[in-house]
């Protein structure tokens, strides 16, 4: 089994930045790809971004450009450094893991609420 601990929510302003943090331990290969999802209410948990143990990228479109997934793989852990934040990205955030490729893995954490409002 592996464990995800997500950290760094909260509530931000519009226009504002967050960083999430996520540490794996347990059964976690560093192979393994890690991601973020969020779930907003009503919706179906969509990708954010993922990454491979060699720092490929992979971004959902309504992201790019606004949020960064990099990874520390001593540590065994990914952040997601959130831009420019709009009321559009307010939902929970779950860290993900245990895929080798950019589908999702078996492992979910508890997820992190992200609030966006004035």
């Known amino acids: 089994q592996v464990q995800l601990v997500e950290s760094g929510g909260g509530l931000v302003q519009p226009g504002g930045s967050l960083t999430l943090s996520c540490a794996a331990s347990?059964?976690?290969?560093?192979?393994?790809?890690m991601g973020w999802y969020r779930q907003a209410p009503g919706n179906q948990r969509e990708l954010v971004a993922s990454?491979?143990?060699?720092?490929?990228?992979n971004y959902a479109d309504s992201v790019k450009g606004r949020f960064s997934i990099s990874r520390d793989n001593a540590k065994n852990t990914v952040y997601l450094q959130m831009n420019s934040l709009q009321s559009e990205d307010m939902a929970v955030y779950y860290c993900?893991?245990?895929?080798?490729?950019?589908?999702?893995?078996?492992?979910w954490g508890q997820g992190t609420q992200v609030t966006v409002s004035s």
């Open positions: 993900n893991t245990g895929g080798s490729t950019f589908m999702q893995g078996p492992y």
């Open positions: 347990g059964s976690f290969s560093r192979f393994y790809v």
């Open positions: 990454i491979t143990h060699n720092s490929r990228t």
